[in-house]
């Protein structure tokens, strides 16, 4: 696929030419993604076919195709705004998976019993290190946990920052973390389309906005588990309210 951006125009290989302006938008956005995973559908820049979408449908059609999501994952990921910061302004799709990712998940299942075995020893030592530290709870330990996330909750009466200072405080020394997940309740869409307001579900909002999502992949080192513990110490023990750090 070759993308004009100039006139927003998507060019194609073998398929039946698309009047955008004649289809309503759910027409048109399930058919443009069809055509992106149509399997066996060989899509190049030596098209004999041309569609022409207005801007505002290829912005929606890009905001459509990841639940609805403000932002590209290239724009949370190399912006130097918090990646984990967007909005849901739409109710959208899930078509983030290409041919390339499936080729390489399938080799990674290969390896799944090594990958989640490296998981829970990270965590293990998560468990170990960060046990006795008052500012902050730990998630429940279960043996067949996939530890896909590893996540601690600040506990907010024992600190002066916010969760958000904290995780500021985390990059300055170099290390990125994020929050899983925003409470759909407050995403602009739910708001818009059911009435939510942010104190309908506290439970929700509250586990939220404590929460922050330590790093846990395979290739993590010993020494970098090492030195987000000391960080995530000297920031949580510097920050403590006085009243608790007379008590320690």
């Not at 009047?19 to 004999?48: C, M, P, W, Y």
């Not at 041309?50 to 994952?73: A, M, N, Q, W």
């Not at 990059?171 to 995403?187: E, K, N």
């Amino acid at each position: 696929m070759a993308i004009d951006r100039k006139h927003k125009a998507f060019r194609f290989n073998k398929v039946m030419p698309i009047d955008a302006n004649n289809l309503n938008f759910e027409q048109a956005v399930v058919r443009f993604l069809v055509l992106l995973h149509t399997k066996g559908k060989k899509i190049t820049n030596t098209s004999r076919e041309e569609f022409l979408y207005p801007e505002d449908l290829v912005d929606r059609i890009r905001i459509k195709r990841l639940h609805g999501i403000d932002r590209t994952s290239w724009d949370r990921y190399i912006s130097r705004s918090a990646c984990w910061e967007y909005e849901i302004v739409e109710n959208g799709y899930k078509y983030n998976m290409t041919d390339l990712s499936a080729s390489i998940g399938r080799v990674q299942l290969k390896k799944a019993k090594q990958l989640l075995a490296r998981r829970r020893q990270i965590a293990d030592a998560y468990f170990e290190k960060l046990r006795d530290c008052d500012f902050l709870t730990l998630p429940a330990y279960s043996e067949d946990h996939a530890w896909h996330l590893f996540i601690i909750r600040l506990v907010s009466q024992r600190l002066a920052i916010t969760r958000n200072e904290f995780i500021s405080k985390l990059m300055d020394m170099g290390i990125g973390t994020s929050v899983h997940f925003i409470p759909l309740h407050i995403m602009p869409y739910y708001r818009k389309r059911y009435g939510y307001q942010t104190e309908d579900f506290p439970v929700a909002y509250g586990n939220y906005n404590y929460s922050i999502s330590l790093p846990i992949y395979p290739d993590l080192k010993p020494e970098d588990v090492n030195r987000i513990v000391e960080s995530i110490k000297k920031i949580g023990y510097s920050a403590r309210k006085k009243q608790y750090v007379a008590q320690s």
